[in-house]
């Protein structure tokens, strides 16, 4: 099957979602990067020159997601953060999932969580 001559990217078809918290407000350029820890295969290689090639079983990676100042998910995020941070055993660990619904990628993770607080700026116009 061949890919079509003309096709259609729409970022208002790519739906992000923490637990029930449904990301909105993006800000102009890179709204969602995905970056993975690791590489999916390592390599060893003898002291006589084979090499080895060693799977990696770490799956985890690290989201980013650029919201503006404005964004009403902000204050719910926040709200998780805050709540994981105060309450013992993971009271911030929710799913997570990327769909672009253009029909090309999908990614899950059963338990995730806020990592950091974002930077914050305060400028003439709203920013992230």
Same mark, same amino acid.
């Given at each position: 099957? +061949?890919?079509?001559?003309?096709?259609?990217?729409?970022?208002?078809?790519?739906?992000?979602?923490?637990?029930? *918290? @449904?990301?909105?407000?993006?800000?102009?350029? &890179?709204?969602?990067? *995905?970056?993975?820890?690791?590489?999916?295969?390592?390599?060893?290689?003898?002291? /006589?020159?084979?090499?080895?090639?060693?799977?990696?079983?770490?799956?985890?990676?690290?989201?980013?997601?650029?919201?503006?100042?404005?964004?009403?998910?902000?204050?719910?995020?926040?709200?998780?953060? *805050?709540? /994981?941070?105060?309450?013992?055993?993971?009271?911030?660990?929710?799913?997570?999932? @990327?769909?672009?619904?253009?029909?090309? +990628?999908?990614?899950?993770?059963?338990?995730?969580?806020?990592?950091?607080?974002? &930077?914050? +700026?305060?400028?003439? &116009?709203? +920013?992230?």
């Amino acid at each position: 099957m +061949s890919t079509p001559r003309f096709t259609h990217y729409d970022f208002s078809q790519v739906t992000a979602a923490f637990g029930p *918290i @449904i990301m909105d407000g993006y800000q102009n350029g &890179e709204g969602i990067t *995905i970056e993975h820890a690791t590489d999916a295969f390592t390599k060893v290689v003898g002291i /006589d020159g084979k090499v080895t090639r060693n799977k990696v079983l770490d799956r985890s990676a690290r989201i980013t997601i650029k919201l503006l100042a404005t964004s009403a998910a902000n204050d719910l995020l926040s709200a998780v953060y *805050i709540a /994981d941070r105060a309450a013992p055993n993971g009271a911030g660990v929710a799913p997570f999932i @990327i769909v672009d619904q253009n029909g090309r +990628s999908k990614f899950a993770a059963a338990e995730a969580w806020i990592a950091r607080a974002p &930077e914050v +700026s305060f400028d003439q &116009e709203a +920013s992230v």
